[in-house]
């Protein structure tokens, strides 16, 4: 089972951009990754997947902003997020999943605010 460390969250303005990283301790190609956020009172949720075979999924809530991509060779999985409003003010998680296999990196705080 993989650890996950998240890197690049920050304080950013409104129509801003982060680019958030996520590194793994071992090789992640048989894992769908995702990135996940929550919200202080919310429930976590998912704004990107990206399949072991490349497949990505976003909700309507992020699409068109935010692109998830993975680099194997690296152990790595990124999300560009552009467009950044208010609203996407939240810990952001990686995770990484493989049949019964999950595993949670321990965040990053994205705080969009002017």
């Known amino acids: 089972q993989v650890q996950l460390v998240e890197s690049g969250g920050g304080l950013v303005q409104p129509g801003g951009s982060l680019r958030l990283s996520c590194a793994a301790s071992?090789?992640?190609?048989?894992?769908?990754m995702g990135w996940h956020r929550q919200a202080p009172g919310k429930q976590r949720e998912l704004v990107a997947l990206i399949t072991n075979g490349g497949n990505v999924d976003y909700p309507d809530s992020v699409k068109g902003r935010f692109t998830i991509s993975r680099d194997n060779a690296k152990n790595s999985v990124y999300l560009e997020m552009n467009s950044l409003k208010p609203e996407d003010t939240a810990v952001y998680y990686c995770?990484?999943?493989?049949?019964?296999?999950?595993?949670w990196g321990q965040g990053t705080q994205v705080t969009v605010s002017s």
């Open positions: 071992g090789s992640i190609t048989l894992y769908s």
């Open positions: 995770n990484a999943r493989y049949l019964l296999r999950s595993s």
